[in-house]
């Protein structure tokens, strides 16, 4: 199975087992009338439409290029990121409502042992799949797919959060505790979508390889164009999965292009091994224009 058809399988099945959670946290939230088990169930309408989105984001990134996009589809991946994002702060704002009216209206939660086991039965299933996004998400350097599985995980900590906290109104009886954890959740939330959104403007804006990243890629260069004299202006960007990289590369103005040619295609050939996604250009001048003395 290749790794575009595994983002795909996993993106449609977030969408699925996002809509069970949902349906756990509704039947808890039923269960008690507690808003802070709203407020949970309500972030999961935004998991679901969000997963949503990043299905149908990745299926647009992994289009061939075509004579429109010759670049190819990638960057669809950072607009469901960011539209996640947006969702996300839509659904602390109704919960906030939700919280505010229920400070004026204090009432004494029915069956809440079990809307709480309901949920936290819910948070694990969360927490399980949140893991398994983010590690695959990682490894196929898919945005919407780690976007996904991050925002799962602050789900996780928000019901964690919430289960505790009325816990702790069970014990003491302070009704309050209820709508005051609502609007813990709506501040996590917010915090959660405004960081989703930063990262995935930065991806939309050509925002270079991490430094990790660039110091592997000007060691594979360096160590595999031993026959030219030097390389610079090194330029990278990110797009989704792909890595754009591109740099000047020096060699003796009596070398013939056949010969350069080989240097290129040793040097792009490291890159594709070492740096996934890579997608290299590679511009061959002469001696003259050297810019490090071509040390």
């Known amino acids: 199975m290749t790794s575009s058809v595994r983002i795909r399988r996993l993106s449609f099945w977030s969408i699925i087992i996002g809509t069970a959670i949902l349906a756990l946290k509704s039947f808890a939230w039923w269960l008690t009338g507690s808003v802070a088990l709203f407020s949970d169930a309500m972030e999961s309408i935004v998991n679901v439409m969000a997963s949503a989105a990043a299905w149908y984001a990745i299926r647009v ?6 004579e429109n996009h010759p670049f190819g ?3 669809a991946e950072y607009f469901s990121a960011v ?15 939700e919280a505010a009216l229920a400070f004026l209206t ?13 949920n936290a039965a819910a948070a694990v299933g969360n927490g399980v799949w949140a893991f398994v996004l ?4 990682r490894k196929a350097r898919s945005p919407a797919l780690t976007a996904d599985g991050r925002h799962l995980w602050a789900d996780v900590v928000t019901s964690a959060g919430v289960i505790v906290g009325l816990l702790l109104a069970l014990s003491t009886g302070w009704l309050w505790l209820d709508p005051l954890m609502a609007m813990v959740v709506a501040g996590n939330v917010i915090w959660h979508g405004w960081h989703l959104v930063r990262s995935s403007v930065q991806g939309l804006m ?3 390889v991490d430094p990790q990243d660039l110091a592997t890629i000007e060691r594979v260069v360096a160590a595999n164009s031993n026959e030219a004299l ?12 792909v890595r754009f990289i591109e740099f000047h590369l020096v060699v003796p103005s009596e070398m013939t292009v056949e010969r350069s040619h080989r240097i290129c295609d040793r040097i792009e050939q490291a890159l594709a091994d070492e740096v996934p996604g890579a997608r290299v250009t590679i511009h ?3 001696a003259h224009k050297a810019k490090n003395g071509g040390d």
């Not at 990134?61 to 075509?66: E, G, K, L, V």
């Not at 983010?134 to 998400?137: I, K």
């Not at 030097?230 to 999965?241: M, N, P, Q």
């Open 206 to 208: 050509d925002v270079a």
């Open 83 to 97: 539209l996640e994002g947006v969702l996300i702060v839509v659904a602390a704002l109704l919960i906030m409502r």
């Open 73 to 75: 589809h990638h960057k």
């Open 284 to 286: 061959v001048e002469p």
């Open 106 to 118: 204090l009432h004494t939660l029915t069956a809440p042992l079990a809307g709480l086991a309901v």
């Open 61 to 66: 990134s992994t289009i061939p290029a075509d």
């Open 230 to 241: 030097e390389f610079h202006d090194l330029k990278t960007r990110e797009a989704g999965r």
């Open 134 to 137: 983010v590690r695959e998400g």
